[in-house]
Structures are given as structure tokens and as C-alpha cells.
């Protein structure tokens, strides 16, 4: 094996206006760990796009034993040895393993015809290594979409060491992999270290940082904050560097009177594909906030609780039983759901702003529309929220993007929701808008509206809500209120760890 | 032994994502046979073959842009195209170099014309549809002031070899197997497996490494010289020319490559069962016309068997899906 020592030095990259690396550094050297931890937003993933190559740095320099490289595309990372295993998967759902494995670089005879057997064989030898720990036999030949999550991610694994890489970077990879599969993956992670290979993990879990791992480097608002030999620092210490001094400033008063308010939502062990056995209680007019690291399963639960995804489990309003079957079962028991993808899932972009605040609503004013009444209450909504427009008509496309966050909102405020399940609304809002959004919420409460809110941003969850579920792997690991309600509960809980 | 081996060529061809058009094929066949004494009779079948040997390979090059995610409303025009190209620059008493002159310019006309929509819709980033109707009317324009009224012959010994049958076998048969062939030699290469991979996750093969806007490029002009090919292919049968002559064969094309179970989505399917698709369009016209019934059912057997198509697997699965459960 070709050794590779990989050095990254003060990578900046700036995304807009929003600087999301401001000091990256990274050094990685042939036979070792090194794990990459941060909480959300602090630039791990951007570091590790930048040294595979999947985005390009505004600043800062790559070193490859000690020569400086600059990679344009992910090809030319590879070629020098440089292979990621991404968490988006990289696979074609339509082809088989064998041909996803070998897809950009097959093995070629006279001709250009594929050495297909050859292909398969080493496939074969590739699926060995995790012989044993998938449900179903992995078979070369079998299309991609028939695999369970778990089994894409070893394939896609096994996809990046068929590259034979110098520097293998493992992206949150094993988040879908059961503890069997980990395990294999971590001897097998020894083996390579033993050939030579540099590997840079990037994890959520503290657990098998600490059991893998040689040297951690931690992130913290996009800058590298520490790097050391993973002995030398205890989790405590870890989640510390991991979080700001600091103390987070509340934006709302505390409502401690709300713990004894009416229930209006009870959930008892929902489950769906990503979620296990999630229980909670929604007070009238209580914001509870969703923490955790991305992706643990805090967007399904708002989906699954607005009837989008299919579950089980039992979900209760104002104490009576009821299904959620489509989104349309639970506009009716008045829920509204804020979507994070908002120009995907919340709005018509080319369409005006009246047309996407009163889109939900529209039934509610006869046939033919009485389209006075629905323009005076979508201005009233408008004026409400402060939307910054010329007129009603002004399509979607021309606001920036708080102000189309607010029509979002706005769309369901018309229905006066007793429920809002929120998705990271203020996610690329600028911060005069954010404070009138969180002003916009407490009137709410005030009304007697009940929050769910799920944010990346930990001080906007922090700040805003009366208690915090913290979700690791589809599970609310902990509920934080009161006086727990603080930074490094909510970092350690999200880290999975009890501490 | 025999038993174990058919039911695992059973099982080979159950997994064909043709199954479905092959099952519809038959199936037209009987209904044909039933209806027309004389079908299995080399004669009509040899007409059969003659007349849809074009549209054979203007869908064969439809189904690879297809494949590549893409789609191409102009395969029509540039049939017209070369059809005219080929018919002005020969006339009946052509020599065999002036024969081939023409040739090679009507396969480069559409080869551009294919490499014109692959540079917009790869490199400038166009939509497929919009650009390929928009180079269509363009195609179209060119065949007209070529030949503005249509006429014009070509030699005889040019159409000859569409009529004959070397080693016995008719010359449309060995251009079918010509055209299986060289599908099978690019399913076999690196082009095959990255036009798969471009049109099932164009994102997903970039970040793979392969290079998605050639591959689509190539597609396109692989779908232009194929329309070339059976611009020259028609030309040879009926021996005239027309600028309008391509016009009815586009929607056909993309009819026949989803009557042969590629999906329009992309990255699945493939040319084998779009030749199947192709003759299920032909023997729902031959059916139309021995029913002796109005011309307009056409329309509606055509579309009730695309829609038989696209629900199939579904039903099959439900079917699969209640034996399990």
C-alpha cells in the first residue's frame, strides 16, 4: 500500500454570506485513527467535502507528503488515493452491487469489453469481508434497491475500498450499520491500519470514538480547536471543547405554570422505519423543542405525527385516540406542519404570495372563491408576520429567504393550527428576521397554540423552548428542562453518551 | 436435469425487464393469426419486417438516450433530413460513388444534428424536451428547403439490397441482429454501465467518477445517427423523397421503447425489448386493419397497450404481494 500522510491547513470556505469553515485543520498519517467531532453546523462535514475534493476552499492548503495538491473534482482526490465513503449515498438504485462497486473505474479488456467475471469475482471477495452480519447473502448480482439501509452502507464501504485507498475517509458511516456490522467494521478498520492506511472517521457516537479512535481533532464553529491522542482526553472533556464557554441567553421567559396546562397531545411508543418506541406529552401552549445531531430521526417524527409517513404506535388528542393516516387527518384535527425543505415541500415558488398563504385554506372560501375576504385575511396574516413585500400579488421567487420561512408559516396560520410542528424553520434565516420569528411563536403560545420544534441551531432551542427532547438514533435519549436545560447536557446527550 | 435447466432459463427470463412486452407480443400474435389466414406465410411477415425495419432503428436510438435520462423529439426530422439529402444528391442515374457521397453526407447530417442536441442539453445545460422540439422544427426546416416538393428517385441497384435475402435470411432480419449485436457490445463496455448510471443517479455517478455530460452527449448523438441510419434505411425501401416523410415516426419511436418496458424515467430497460415494443405496435396496426374496423381504434389499442405496459409489474407485484402475505 502507497502511504499517505494528509495535512489540511487553515481551510476556509464560505457558503454566501455564512462562513462555514473559518480555520480548518486536519492531519491524518499512515496506520491511524483520527476521528473528527463537532457539534451541529461546526464544520465537519465542510472540512471533510473540502479534502475529498466535493467542494472547492476559498482559502488554506492541502499537503500530501509534504507536497501541495489541489483538487478539483472527487475524481482527481481519488486518483491520488483519497476516498471517501459518503453518507449520501454515492449508489445507482437501478444496477447491481458489482456494477455500483466498479462504477468508474472497471476493469477494461481489448476492446473496451468489461472483464465482467473478474468484476464479480473480486465483488465476491469484497462481500466476504462482511460475510455473516447482513440479514439477507449478498449476492454481486443484486440491484441496489433491494437492500435494506444497513447493507447500501456496507456496499458503499466496500464500493470506496475497491479504489484501494491511501486516506479513507469514513463519513457517519456507521449510523445505519447494526452493532455486528460495526464491530466487523472496526476489525476490519485494524486490519487497514496494519497495511498503512490513513483513516479519518467522522462519528456522532462517543462510544466508538473511544473505541476506535488514535487522535481526535474537534471542530468548533468552524475552526479546529484541538487535536490530541484520543487517551489524553476524557468524554467530559471532549464535549467541553466541543462547546462554547458561554452560557446561553433565554429569549423567552420561563412558563413553569405550563407543566400543569391542559394535555393536548400524547404520543406512546411510535415506531417507523427510523424511529423506536418514541413516547411524549404536548401541553397547551408549551414549546418542546427536538434536539440531537442531524438525522436522528427528529424530521420523521414530525412527518409521522402530520400523518406523512406511516407508523405505529398509538397518538392521542385532548386524550381520545386517533390515526394519522394522511396529512389530511391531521389538518383536521387541526395540526400544521412546517416543512425545513421550503422550496420543495413549502411553497409554489413561482406562484404569488397570496396564492401560497391561502393554498391550504382555500376550501374555506366557498365556489365561486370570495376572493375579497381572502385577500383581507392573507393581508392581515402578511402584516401579522411583517412579511417585507410590495403587494400580495409579488410571487415567492422575489422574497428572500426569511421572508419566504414566513409565508410558510403564515400558510398555516390561516387555519389557526391548535398544533405546529416545526422543521428547522429558521435554517438560512438572517437574525433580525429569527428574532421576529421567535417573537412570532410566543404570541402563539400565548394564544394557546402548542409547539413541537425541531432546530440544528442548539442556542435557538436553548433559548426558546420549555424542554428539549434530545434524539440519538431514532430514540429520545433524554428531556431536558429547568435547570438541566443547558449546552453540555444537550451536547452530551446528543453524543449519545449518559455523562 | 432438463427440468432443473428450464426452470432456471425460467427464472432468467422472469427477471427480464421485457417480460411483459414479450407476454403482450405473443399474445398480438395469436390475436393476428386468428384474424389473418396468411400471417405465418414468409411473405407477410417479410412485408411486415420491411415496413418497420426504420422505426426499428429510430427507436433503438431513442431507447439509448432514454436510458441516458433524456428523451428526443427531433428523430423524426432528421429522418426527413437525410431521407432528402440522400434522394437530391443521387437521382436515378447516380454511380456507386456518387451513391456513397450521399450516403456519408446524410450519415454526418445526422450525426451533427445528434451532436447539436447532445451539446445543448449536456454541456449548456438545456431541457431535453424543450431543446429536441425546438432542433425538430429547425431539422424540419432544412429537409423542407432542400426539397420543397416531394419527388426525386434513387438508383436501383441502391434499393436492391433492401429486397434481397443473403444466405437466405431477409436483409431486415440481419439489420436487427446487426443492430442486437452492437447493443450488446456497448452493454459489454464502459459507455454501457455509465449511460445506466447517468440516467438511474446522474448525482451518484458524478460522484463516482463517471463523466455524466459525455456520456449524455454521446447519447444524443448515438440517437442522431441511428435516425441517419434509418433515414438511409427507409430511403432504400421506398426510393423517393419528402421533407414530411420522417414526421410520424417520433411519437412511435418513444411508443415503442416503453411498449418494450424501458421506463421514461431513465436508467433501466433496454434496445432488446424495444424491438419487441416496436413489432407490438406493428401487429396492433396489422390487427386494426383485418378487424375492419375504423382507423381511430389504432389510437386507443395503442394507448390501452402502453398503459397494460406500465401497470404490469405493478399488478404482478400485487399479485406476488397477496401470495405472500
Redesign the interface.
Known amino acids: 500500500m502507497n502511504e499517505v500522510s494528509l495535512s489540511a491547513q487553515h481551510l476556509v470556505k464560505h457558503y454566501g454570506g455564512v462562513v462555514a469553515l473559518a480555520d480548518g485543520n486536519l492531519e491524518v498519517n499512515p496506520g491511524e485513527v483520527m476521528t473528527l467531532v463537532g457539534a451541529n453546523g461546526s464544520g465537519k462535514s465542510t472540512l471533510g467535502k473540502i479534502v475529498t475534493g466535493?467542494v472547492a476552499p476559498d482559502g488554506g492548503r492541502l499537503l500530501l507528503n509534504d507536497r501541495e495538491v489541489i483538487f478539483r473534482?472527487?475524481?482527481a482526490a481519488?486518483e491520488l488515493g483519497i476516498v471517501a465513503v459518503?453518507q449520501e449515498?454515492?449508489?445507482?438504485?437501478?444496477?447491481t452491487i458489482a456494477?455500483?462497486i466498479?462504477?468508474?473505474?472497471?476493469w477494461?479488456r481489448a476492446g473496451?469489453?468489461?472483464r465482467?467475471a473478474e468484476m464479480r469475482q473480486r465483488t465476491q471477495e469484497l462481500l466476504a469481508l462482511f460475510e455473516g452480519t447482513t440479514h439477507n447473502h449478498l449476492d454481486p448480482d443484486m440491484p441496489i434497491s433491494a437492500l435494506s439501509p444497513g447493507e447500501k452502507q456496507i456496499v458503499e464501504i466496500l464500493?470506496a475500498l475497491s479504489w484501494q485507498p491511501s486516506v479513507l475517509f469514513l463519513d457517519e458511516a456507521t449510523a445505519s450499520l447494526d452493532s455486528r456490522q460495526v464491530n466487523r467494521l472496526f476489525d476490519l478498520i485494524q486490519d487497514w491500519k496494519r497495511q498503512g492506511m490513513a483513516i479519518v472517521f467522522i462519528s456522532h457516537r462517543l462510544d466508538e470514538i473511544y473505541r476506535i479512535a488514535d487522535r481526535v481533532t474537534v471542530l468548533r464553529n468552524g475552526r479546529t480547536v484541538a487535536a490530541a491522542p484520543i487517551n489524553e482526553l476524557s468524554k467530559q472533556e471532549l464535549i467541553n471543547l466541543m462547546i462554547e464557554g458561554g452560557v446561553a441567553t433565554r429569549t423567552n421567559g420561563k412558563h413553569l405554570e405550563v407543566s400543569t396546562a391542559e394535555e393536548i397531545l400524547r404520543v406512546e411508543s411510535l415506531s417507523t422505519t427510523t424511529l423506536r418506541a418514541i413516547n411524549l406529552v404536548l401541553r397547551r401552549g408549551e414549546l418542546v423543542g427536538l434536539g440531537g445531531l442531524q438525522g436522528q430521526g427528529q424530521a420523521e417524527l414530525l412527518l409521522a405525527l402530520f400523518g406523512a409517513i406511516p407508523y405505529s404506535g398509538q397518538i392521542y388528542l385532548y386524550g381520545r385516540p386517533v390515526v394519522l393516516r394522511r396529512p389530511q387527518d391531521a389538518m383536521r384535527h387541526q395540526i400544521a406542519y412546517v416543512p425545513g425543505e421550503r422550496n420543495t415541500a413549502g411553497l409554489l415558488p413561482i406562484q404569488s404570495i397570496l396564492d401560497n398563504l391561502l393554498l391550504p385554506s382555500w376550501k374555506h372560501y366557498g365556489f365561486p372563491l370570495r376572493i375579497r375576504q381572502a385577500q383581507a385575511d392573507a393581508m392581515a396574516i402578511a402584516s401579522g408576520l411583517k412579511l417585507v413585500m410590495a403587494n400580495l400579488d409579488q410571487p415567492i421567487n422575489t422574497l428572500s429567504g426569511g421572508n419566504a420561512q414566513k409565508v410558510v408559516l403564515g400558510k398555516w396560520l390561516l387555519r389557526r393550527p391548535q398544533i405546529l410542528l416545526l422543521d428547522d424553520p429558521t435554517k438560512g434565516v438572517d437574525v433580525g428576521t429569527k428574532s421576529e420569528f421567535y417573537k412570532i411563536l410566543s404570541d402563539l403560545r400565548a394564544e394557546g397554540t402548542s409547539i413541537l420544534f425541531y432546530s440544528t441551531d442548539d442556542e435557538e432551542l436553548l433559548g426558546l423552548c420549555d424542554r428539549v427532547l434530545v434524539l440519538h438514533d431514532g430514540k429520545i435519549t433524554a428531556e431536558l428542562s429547568g435547570e438541566r436545560l443547558v449546552h453540555s447536557e444537550l451536547v452530551a446527550a446528543a453524543m449519545g453518551s449518559s455523562t | 436435469m432438463k427440468a432443473a435447466l428450464n426452470s432456471g432459463l425460467l427464472r432468467r427470463l422472469g427477471r427480464q425487464y421485457f417480460l411483459f412486452s414479450l407476454l403482450l407480443l405473443i399474445i398480438g400474435v395469436v390475436v393476428n393469426a386468428s384474424l389473418q389466414a396468411n400471417f405465418f406465410k414468409p411473405i407477410a411477415l417479410v412485408g411486415l419486417l420491411r415496413t418497420y425495419l426504420p422505426l426499428v432503428l429510430l427507436a433503438a436510438g431513442q431507447t439509448i438516450v432514454i436510458i441516458g435520462g433524456g428523451i428526443d423529439l427531433s428523430v423524426g426530422s432528421i429522418v426527413s433530413m437525410v431521407n432528402v439529402i440522400l434522394v437530391t444528391r443521387m437521382g436515378a442515374e447516380a454511380t456507386q460513388s456518387q451513391v456513397l457521397t450521399a450516403v456519408a453526407l446524410g450519415l454526418l447530417a445526422g450525426t451533427l444534428a445528434g451532436a447539436l442536441n447532445g451539446a445543448c442539453i449536456a454541456f449548456l445545460r438545456f431541457q431535453p424536451l424543450v431543446t429536441t422540439f425546438a432542433t425538430s422544427s429547425i431539422f424540419a426546416g432544412i429537409a423542407v428547403w432542400v426539397l420543397p416538393r416531394p419527388g426525386g428517385s434513387v438508383p436501383e441497384f441502391f434499393m436492391q439490397p433492401y429486397r434481397s435475402a443473403p444466405l437466405g435470411i431477409t436483409f431486415p432480419l440481419w439489420v436487427i441482429l446487426g443492430v442486437a449485436l452492437v447493443w450488446w457490445?456497448l452493454r459489454?463496455?464502459?459507455?454501457g454501465?455509465?449511460l445506466?448510471?447517468t440516467g438511474?443517479?446522474a448525482?451518484?455517478?458524478y460522484?463516482?467518477?463517471?463523466p455524466v455530460e459525455w456520456i449524455r452527449f454521446f447519447s444524443y448523438v448515438a440517437s442522431g445517427l441511428m435516425a441517419a441510419l434509418s433515414g438511409l434505411l427507409l430511403t432504400m425501401s421506398i426510393g423517393t423523397g419528402s421533407a414530411l416523410i420522417g414526421l410520424d415516426m417520433t411519437m412511435p419511436s418513444i411508443v415503442s421503447v416503453v411498449l418494450g418496458g424501458t421506463a421514461l424515467s431513465g436508467?433501466?430497460g433496454g434496445v432488446i425489448g424495444t424491438i419487441l415494443g416496436v413489432f407490438i405496435l406493428a401487429i396492433i396496426r396489422n390487427i386494426i386493419s383485418f378487424a375492419n374496423v375504423p382507423s381511430w381504434w389504432q389510437t386507443l389499442v395503442n394507448g390501452l397497450a402502453v398503459m397494460l405496459i406500465l401497470a404490469g409489474p405493478g399488478i404482478w407485484a400485487l399479485i406476488r404481494g397477496r401470495r405472500e402475505a
Open positions: 466535493v473534482t472527487p475524481h481519488r459518503y449515498l454515492s449508489l445507482v438504485p437501478r444496477m456494477e455500483n466498479w462504477l468508474g473505474h472497471e477494461e473496451g469489453i468489461l465482467h464500493k | 457490445y459489454s463496455t464502459r459507455f454501465r455509465y445506466y448510471a438511474g443517479d448525482y451518484a455517478a460522484m463516482s467518477a463517471v436508467g433501466g
